[in-house]
């Protein structure tokens, strides 16, 4: 069983910056894709951006241009930068990994990101 232990979330003022990370207990090029999510207090989670194994990359409108996500595959890690933060952007983020042999879907236990002053 693959786990994912995601760590970085936190207060932050508006315009800061905070750096996740998601850490997973197997190797991480046996996921096809690799994404992190969002979801805030009476919302459904959404997609904030994704990464292939081949590297490329999407992002949702409301963070393009702000977040940068990658991925180590010596450190089994997947990253999501996220620079000029907006108050909008306060939720709970989680990492999610698709398993590319079988579609297997594991998800972590989310980190806690508020952007206030």
């Known amino acids: 069983q693959v786990q994912l232990v995601e760590s970085g979330g936190g207060l932050v003022q508006p315009g800061g910056s905070l750096r996740l990370s998601c850490v997973a207990s197997g190797p991480i090029f046996s996921f096809a894709v690799m994404g992190w999510y969002r979801q805030s207090p009476g919302n459904a989670r959404e997609l904030v951006a994704r990464?292939?194994?081949?590297?490329?990359?999407n992002y949702s409108d409301s963070v393009q241009g702000r977040f940068t996500i990658s991925r180590d595959n010596r450190k089994d890690t997947l990253y999501l930068q996220m620079n000029r933060l907006k108050p909008e952007d306060t939720a709970v983020y989680y990492c999610?990994?698709?398993?590319?042999?079988?579609?297997?879907?594991?998800w972590g236990q989310g980190t806690q990101v508020t952007v206030s002053s």
């Open positions: 999610k990994a698709v398993r590319a042999r079988d579609g297997t879907t594991y």
């Open positions: 990464v292939t194994n081949d590297g490329t990359t």
